[in-house]
């Protein structure tokens, strides 16, 4: 399996920027797609943005454009750059790590992200 460790939530104003961290260990050659989802209070968790091991890239629409996601292969981490933030998208950001060919879903315990008006 992989364990997941996120970093980098915090408080923000709207209109700034936090970038997020998620480091990864145990079965990290196994991994496929690495991604960021976010769960506000009441509300499901959501896809944020996502990328494989080959760099293609996926966003929610709410983001594109503001949020960019990334990846260090070489360290096991996966990064969220987050601009131009807005009060909703005030959540609880988790790093995900998955496989479908090794059966692999894993989630990080999550970092709260707040942004003010």
């Known amino acids: 399996q992989v364990q997941l460790v996120e970093s980098g939530g915090g408080l923000v104003q709207a209109g700034g920027s936090l970038t997020l961290s998620c480091a990864a260990s145990?079965?990290?050659?196994?991994?496929?797609?690495m991604g960021w989802y976010r769960q506000a209070p009441g509300k499901q968790r959501d896809l944020v943005a996502t990328i494989t091991s080959r760099g293609i890239r996926k966003y929610a629409d709410s983001v594109k454009g503001r949020f960019t996601i990334s990846r260090d292969n070489a360290r096991n981490m996966v990064f969220l750059q987050m601009n131009s933030l807005k009060p909703e998208d005030t959540a609880v950001y988790y790093c995900n790590a998955a496989s479908a060919y090794y059966n692999i879903n894993s989630w990080g315990k999550g970092t709260l992200v707040t942004v003010s008006l």
């Open positions: 145990g079965s990290i050659s196994s991994i496929n797609v």
